[in-house]
Structure formats: C-alpha cells, structure tokens
C-alpha cells in the first residue's frame, strides 16, 4: 500500500534553513506528481510545493524564491528545503500524492520558526 512517511522538521530561528524529506513506497514514483501542504493552528491545510514527475515544479507565492521542491528518483523521496523561514511558516507539513483516485498523506512532520 502507499506509504509516504516525512522526516526532518525542528524548531529553527527566523531566517535559518530546514530541509525536509518523504520517502515514499507502494507506487511507481516516477510517475505521480508529489506535493507538499501545510497546516497552521487553527488554519486550513494549503498546498505548498508540487513538483510533476518530468520536474516541472510551482509553489505557493507565500514560499515563491525561499522553498525549493526536489526529487531524487533513485531513493524515492521528495524534499523541501525551506531558507529564509518566518515565524508564518510555523505548521504542520505533510507529504502527499494522488494515486488511483485517491489522496494519500503522510504523518506530518512540525515547523516551528522561532527565536
């Protein structure tokens, strides 16, 4: 079955880095768009990054020039590396993928941008 399982939030200080990682199994993928959604206290869940499978990327015009979306085909995993990070971006970030009609998510993994 799908399995995306995310790994590398933390707290960091205004203005740090942070990189996080979905390794993904259960379906081909190379050939299924990844994205990455986030979710602050209280908020609705919103997209974040896509990246389709021939590496086409877009994000969100909150993150446009600070997150970068990548993958590495050879390890199944997608990334998110966030620079430049604001206290706004402190959330709860989930992997997710669609596949044969149905939306997948991972655990989540939590942001915190604080000083």
């Known amino acids: 079955q799908v399995q995306l399982v995310e790994s590398g939030g933390g707290l960091v200080q205004p203005g740090g880095s942070l990189r996080l990682s979905c390794a993904a199994s259960?379906?081909?993928?190379?050939?299924?768009?990844m994205s990455w959604y986030r979710q602050a206290p209280g908020k609705e869940r919103d997209l974040v990054a896509s990246i389709l499978p021939g590496g086409f990327t877009n994000y969100a015009d909150s993150v446009k020039a600070r997150f970068t979306i990548f993958r590495d085909y050879a390890k199944n995993t997608v990334y998110l590396q966030m620079n430049s990070l604001k206290p706004e971006d402190t959330a709860v970030y989930y992997c997710s993928t669609i596949y044969e009609g149905g939306r997948y998510w991972g655990q989540g993994t939590q942001v915190t941008v604080s000083s």
């Open positions: 259960g379906f081909t993928f190379s050939r299924y768009v």
